[in-house]
């Protein structure tokens, strides 16, 4: 029968057998039959797949797993960095310090935005200096507004977590104006298929946010184009993944005690939720899509803005699916999370226009989250997301998400509707 090691007892077995053998063989004979006998160690200890009856399939899993191994440090760095950024976001809201200033597409954007992306993309430029970022905001607003500019400072210099040793493994407090200026402008990034892109969105769902409905603080890096980690921090979501949705969620959502909660996956290992601390982080928890044997009885999210999402469209699906409750309205990708836990089912963001493109920031964070807790993401139309294009999403139109088995009746019900108005 053959023996297993780890792999770091297997190297040292061998390193000891070379060290037995060199006291006893000169040089030349040490190398040639050392050779041999290495190659027949190593199909003793570490049998191949075949030998082992593998299933190519489960070989597969088990490649696909040790790759994504790769990414826990990833994972730890942006689950702190969004949970610290939250801190700032929280904070704006309770002391009711909210600014606004109107950007040239005339989207409101609050200090809460510039700080949490500016504490952010410190955290990852500390960690992974040679990453590129994709933001939603920069710095030309601030520069140019020396009062706005001392605020979000003074914010970004109180949000701190507890844990000193959190807080150093994202390179602790921003040194200082212009670091916090060079952070944000340091999320001008252009995306791409390529190499390794972060897709941040500071505050997902500025109005949510700005009347204390949900929002969410969105970060995910994307690998070669590939969403591959996924963090979503919802300050107004309820801690129990159990707690299920109503129609107050999206208008009275306000932090307080018992909301909180820090969503985060990793391509191939699963979803968690966890709360939101002021320090370390919590133990996570695994979460997935609660089974749809009658998708009559889903529940379905969409957004509160009509102009973010046909809901006249939404409405048409849902009554040919057979679905007569009524739908819950909220801000943001805590809808992903929603769904992804088991709260709700459905999540469905048609096109209001022929022009819109999806921003790659309002997705990426949320496509990774619920695939991995056994979801399908798509366009309306079935096809997969495109993050490899650019900034935005622009080969693609619409967003569908449902659990996997669910997602092709889905797809089929919005392909009628959408082909009905063409």
Same mark, same amino acid.
């Not at 803005?305 to 739908?327: V, Y």
């Not at 709260?343 to 963001?349: H, I, N, V």
């Not at 493109?357 to 993401?377: L, P, R, T, Y």
């Given at each position: 029968?053959?023996l ?12 000891s057998?070379?060290i037995?053998a ?5 040089l030349?004979?040490?190398f040639?039959r ?9 199909s ?7 030998a ?6 489960? &070989?597969l899993r ?20 969004v949970q ?5 976001t929280?904070?704006?809201?309770s ?7 109107s950007k040239? @597409?005339?989207?409101p954007?609050t200090?809460g935005d510039? %700080? +949490?992306q500016a504490?952010? *993309?410190?955290s ?11 933001g939603e905001?920069d ?7 020396? $009062?706005e500019? &001392?605020?979000v400072?003074?914010?970004? &210099? ?11 493994k994202?390179?602790?407090p921003v040194?200082?104006?212009d670091?916090m200026?060079t952070? =944000?402008?340091?999320g001008r %990034?252009a ?5 390794r892109?972060?897709?941040l969105d500071?505050?997902?769902?500025t109005k949510?946010?700005?009347? $204390?409905?949900?929002?969410a603080?969105? =970060?995910?890096l994307?690998? @070669?184009?590939v969403?591959t980690?996924g963090? *979503?921090g919802c ?5 129990? @993944?159990?707690a299920?949705?109503d129609s107050?969620?999206?208008t ?7 909301? $909180?909660v820090l ?6 290992e699963? +979803?968690?939720?966890?709360?939101l601390?002021?320090g ?8 997935s899509?609660?089974?749809? @044997?009658? *998708?009559? &009885? ?13 809901q006249?469209?939404?409405a ?5 699916l057979?679905?007569t409750?009524?739908s ?7 809808k992903?999370?929603? *769904?992804?836990r %088991? ?9 209001v ?20 807790? %056994? ?6 139309? $079935?096809?997969a =997301?495109?993050?490899g ?17 669910a ?6 019900v ?8 063409a």
């Amino acid at each position: 029968m053959a023996l297993f090691f780890s792999h770091n007892t297997y190297k040292y077995l061998l390193l000891s057998l070379v060290i037995l053998a060199s006291s006893f063989l000169p040089l030349p004979s040490l190398f040639s039959r050392s050779v041999t006998r290495l190659a027949q160690l190593k199909s003793h200890f570490c049998p191949s797949p075949a030998a082992l009856h593998i299933h190519p399939h489960t &070989q597969l899993r088990l490649n696909s797993t040790v790759a994504t191994m790769a990414y826990e440090k990833e994972l730890e760095i942006a689950l702190l960095a969004v949970q610290r950024a939250t801190l700032l976001t929280k904070a704006v809201f309770s002391s009711h310090s909210k600014g606004t200033l109107s950007k040239t @597409d005339s989207s409101p954007v609050t200090i809460g935005d510039f %700080g +949490a992306q500016a504490l952010i *993309i410190s955290s990852i430029k500390h960690a992974f200096p040679s990453d590129e970022v994709v933001g939603e905001e920069d710095a030309d607003d601030l520069r140019k507004n020396e $009062g706005e500019r &001392q605020l979000v400072w003074d914010l970004v &210099q109180a949000a701190k977590l507890d844990d000193s040793a959190a807080e150093d493994k994202i390179g602790g407090p921003v040194k200082d104006v212009d670091a916090m200026l060079t952070a =944000l402008d340091s999320g001008r %990034g252009a995306g791409g298929r390529k190499g390794r892109i972060w897709a941040l969105d500071p505050i997902d769902g500025t109005k949510g946010f700005l009347r $204390g409905g949900q929002y969410a603080v969105c =970060l995910a890096l994307l690998v @070669d184009g590939v969403p591959t980690v996924g963090v *979503i921090g919802c300050p107004n979501l309820p801690v129990d @993944d159990q707690a299920p949705l109503d129609s107050n969620i999206g208008t009275d959502a306000s932090d307080k005690e018992g909301n $909180g909660v820090l969503f985060g996956a990793v391509t191939g290992e699963g +979803a968690t939720s966890r709360p939101l601390s002021k320090g370390s982080l919590r133990e996570g928890k695994s979460i997935s899509m609660k089974p749809l @044997d009658d *998708i009559s &009885q889903a529940t379905f999210c969409e957004s509160v803005e009509a102009g973010h999402s046909s809901q006249g469209d939404n409405a048409a699906i849902a009554s040919k699916l057979g679905i007569t409750k009524q739908s819950v309205r909220m801000d943001s990708q805590a809808k992903y999370g929603s *769904i992804a836990r %088991g709260a709700g089912d459905l999540y469905l963001r048609l096109p209001v226009s022929k022009s819109y493109e999806e921003k790659i920031w309002d997705h990426a964070a949320g496509v990774v989250i619920v695939q991995e807790a %056994g979801g399908e993401v798509t366009d309306a139309w $079935g096809r997969a =997301l495109d993050f490899g294009i650019g900034r935005t999403l622009k080969e693609n139109k619409g967003i569908v998400a449902a659990p996997k088995a669910a997602h092709p009746r889905v797809i089929e019900v919005v392909k009628e509707v959408l082909s009905a108005k063409a």
